[in-house]
């Protein structure tokens, strides 16, 4: 109670620091959200929407999308190994099987397991925002949506140009374990767009390198990704992307320690989507979308040099197809779509496998009165697997005033089971159970936005009840894990999130974000002695905190993030970024960790301590 307190009180206090400074302000041009039917300005949203734009994300100490993640209200990422080598990622206490990630709308949703959704060619760069859509979301964005939605969105390109970004760090410290050397990590990023009135395209490049941070702990990471917006003419548009990215690493203690002090793995990944908007009339828009992702999961618990036992090889298919329209209306705006999605296995411990699955989707949403705004819908599900489901969902919003609204939100969702969850065979460390059921969820949240010159705030409280809640569990630590349905979920939590932006001079720029999420979770109908793989560690309180003072070309950021779990120490970690820019040179240096903390996000896995480096840019984009 004390830490909710001390957060509301400090968000307060931004308020009034806001109000002292409210006649030096600048407006910011509003961000559209791209729902797969409605595009809706975040000020007429009626969810909870965090949104991280491009201009933030180039000031973050962060060179890969986990480590942005880390600094969202709300999101847990649970990481294994630094700079993206492999990371869960959860919404509200959920697991991380339970929240979708999509890349301009087109979800990502790993069948095999949710320990690779985040394995992703996207470079940092090309990042335009990242929409954080919480609660469930099914009604929206379909199966798996259960505590909520990652969305990013990336860039048009508005003139050509090219990019080069060099960086270079270290802890300063041996391996001693292994081969004796300092630790390093080092990155390459070019790009280069090309933009001309009807065609725009990107080409972005990367590799990052590191030998790690302790033992076998090493990477090697390697993206390309390209972009292409074609426009036709005034109603027609089409956006075409394909990527692809190799993570081969170190899993040292990531799934099975003791006993994989020397395993390595290797994840390939290649995505490619085409999808397009037609403005039919003025007041019927049609978008269809048709994407592919292939994932290549090379495990090896004996060592990456070692072929011949303990070896998983995974090799999955995604073949997915849907059609969304919205018609305005006189008296509001129709949504309607229809999404297939074939998905298949071959795996050396899971078999092979296929399933398909079928959804058909509609919401409508409409001012009842001037103030009184309601958008409400139902997504109807059929897999072959587990047949027929429906999931409806209403959310509302009224204005106070101009600046106050007050939101709400109730809604069902659903999360299928993973190839993983079902048939995996890695005796004695892991089997699956091909009894499971899916996990349903029902969520309502009631919140509030305020907005006043530079400052916003916004505060909700959400209530959420997952049935057969899936875990993976053990009686006895000498026992394989095993998956469950092992009993309901109830979650209570309390958010709260503020911003405030101010011009301090004519050429000086200060922006504090400040955020707050607490969480009660308690299980019903569970064994009390039964061991937990995952839940064990979910998020009770969290602090998020950036403040950035920008002076012409020079830029200083300073992160803290504080996370308390249900189990385990709590922590503070701190991390900064100081830079300045020279025409179309920028000069960085980033140091994560600065105060040296010792902490673990899953298991017993230390993460790295002081992290230092150094990094040049060019630019002409």
Same mark, same amino acid.
Request: overall charge positive; glycine content about 8%.
């Given at each position: ?31 559209? +959200? ?7 300005? +975040? ?8 949104? #991280? ?8 100490? %962060?060179?890969?999308?986990?480590? #942005? ?8 990422? !649970? ?29 990502? #949703? ?15 760069? +090309?990042?335009? *925002? ?14 798996? /949506? ?20 060099? @960086?270079?760090? /270290? ?5 001693k374990e292994g081969t004796g050397e300092t630790f390093y990590s080092r990155g390459i990023q070019l790009g280069g767009t090309i933009s001309k009135e009807k065609h725009q395209h990107s080409l972005f490049g990367a590799n990052d390198k590191s030998n790690g941070y302790r033992y076998n702990t090493g990477f090697e990471n390697t993206k390309l990704y390209y972009q292409g917006n074609f426009q036709l003419d005034k109603a027609n548009e089409i956006l075409a992307s394909a990527g692809y990215i190799r993570n081969s690493f170190g899993a040292n203690a990531f799934y099975a320690a003791p006993g994989d002090k020397n395993s390595g793995e ?5 995505? %490619? ?8 009339? /003025? ?5 269809? !979308? ?17 072929? &011949?036992?303990?070896? &998983? ?15 305005? =209306? ?14 298949? #296995?071959?795996?050396?411990? +899971? ?13 409508? *949403? ?81 919140? =509030? ?16 009840d997952i049935s057969r809640f899936i875990d993976w569990t053990r009686n006895v630590d000498t026992e394989p894990w095993q998956s469950h349905n092992v009993g309901s979920l109830l979650t209570k939590g309390i958010n709260m999130r503020s911003n405030f932006s101010a011009s301090l001079s004519a050429s000086t720029r200060l922006n504090v974000n400040l955020a707050y999420s607490y969480l009660d979770a308690e299980f019903s109908d569970i064994n009390p002695d039964i061991k937990s793989k995952y839940l064990i560690a979910a998020l009770k309180h969290q602090v998020t905190n950036t403040i950035d003072v920008q002076h012409k070309g020079f830029? %200083? ?30 000069? @960085? ?20 301590? *002081? ?11």
């Amino acid at each position: 109670m004390n830490k909710i307190c001390f957060a509301a009180l400090a968000l307060i206090s931004t308020d009034l620091c806001a109000q002292n400074l409210q006649d030096t302000t600048i407006g910011i041009g509003e961000v559209v +959200i791209n729902e797969n039917r409605f595009s809706t300005p +975040i000020s007429k949203q009626n969810r909870n929407v965090y949104i #991280i734009d491009k201009a933030q994300i180039a000031k973050m100490p %962060a060179r890969s999308l986990q480590e #942005i993640l880390q600094y969202a209200n709300g999101v847990d990422i !649970r990481q294994r190994g630094p700079y993206g080598t492999q990371a869960d990622i959860s919404i509200d206490g959920g697991s991380f099987e339970q929240t979708v990630v999509l890349v301009n709308g087109t979800k990502i #949703i790993d069948m095999q397991t949710a320990h690779n959704m985040l394995n992703l060619p996207i470079p940092l760069e +090309i990042i335009e *925002r990242i929409e954080v859509v919480r609660g469930p979301a099914a009604r929206i964005y379909g199966i798996n /949506s259960l505590t909520g939605a990652i969305n990013i969105i990336t860039k048009k390109p508005e003139h050509s140009g090219v990019l080069v970004n060099v @960086y270079g760090g /270290s802890n300063f410290e041996k391996d001693k374990e292994g081969t004796g050397e300092t630790f390093y990590s080092r990155g390459i990023q070019l790009g280069g767009t090309i933009s001309k009135e009807k065609h725009q395209h990107s080409l972005f490049g990367a590799n990052d390198k590191s030998n790690g941070y302790r033992y076998n702990t090493g990477f090697e990471n390697t993206k390309l990704y390209y972009q292409g917006n074609f426009q036709l003419d005034k109603a027609n548009e089409i956006l075409a992307s394909a990527g692809y990215i190799r993570n081969s690493f170190g899993a040292n203690a990531f799934y099975a320690a003791p006993g994989d002090k020397n395993s390595g793995e290797i994840v390939q990944t290649t995505l %490619a989507s085409i999808q397009s908007r037609h403005q039919l009339s /003025s007041r019927w828009s049609l978008m269809p !979308r048709l994407s592919y992702r292939y994932n290549d999961d090379d495990y090896r618990y004996f060592g990456r040099k070692e072929l &011949s036992k303990g070896r &998983s090889r995974h090799y999955s298919n995604s073949l997915a197809a849907e059609v969304n329209t919205a018609y305005k =209306m006189n008296a509001g705006e129709l949504g309607f779509g229809v999404e297939a999605r074939s998905e298949d #296995i071959n795996s050396s411990n +899971i078999g092979d496998r296929r399933r398909e699955n079928l959804g058909v989707y509609a919401q409508y *949403r409409t001012d009842l009165f001037k103030k009184l705004n309601v958008n409400f819908g139902t997504y109807l599900n059929y897999n072959s697997d587990y047949k027929w489901q429906l999931y409806p969902g209403l959310d509302a919003s009224y204005a106070i005033t101009n600046g106050l609204k007050i939101i709400g939100n109730i809604g069902t969702s659903q999360r299928i089971p993973s190839f993983t969850d079902l048939y995996l065979d890695q005796r004695p460390g892991n089997i699956g159970n091909a009894s499971l059921s899916p996990e349903n969820a029902f969520q309502g949240e009631l919140g =509030m936005k305020y907005i006043r010159h530079a400052f916003t705030f916004n505060a909700s409280y959400f209530y959420r009840d997952i049935s057969r809640f899936i875990d993976w569990t053990r009686n006895v630590d000498t026992e394989p894990w095993q998956s469950h349905n092992v009993g309901s979920l109830l979650t209570k939590g309390i958010n709260m999130r503020s911003n405030f932006s101010a011009s301090l001079s004519a050429s000086t720029r200060l922006n504090v974000n400040l955020a707050y999420s607490y969480l009660d979770a308690e299980f019903s109908d569970i064994n009390p002695d039964i061991k937990s793989k995952y839940l064990i560690a979910a998020l009770k309180h969290q602090v998020t905190n950036t403040i950035d003072v920008q002076h012409k070309g020079f830029s %200083a950021l300073f992160a803290t993030r504080f996370n308390e779990r249900t189990t385990g120490k709590a922590y503070w970690i701190n991390d900064c970024r100081i830079s300045q820019k020279v025409k179309q040179f920028t000069v @960085y240096v980033d140091a994560q960790n600065i105060f040296n903390t010792t902490y673990f996000e899953i298991g017993s896995i230390p993460l790295p301590a *002081r992290w230092v480096s150094l990094g040049v840019k060019f630019t002409t984009i």
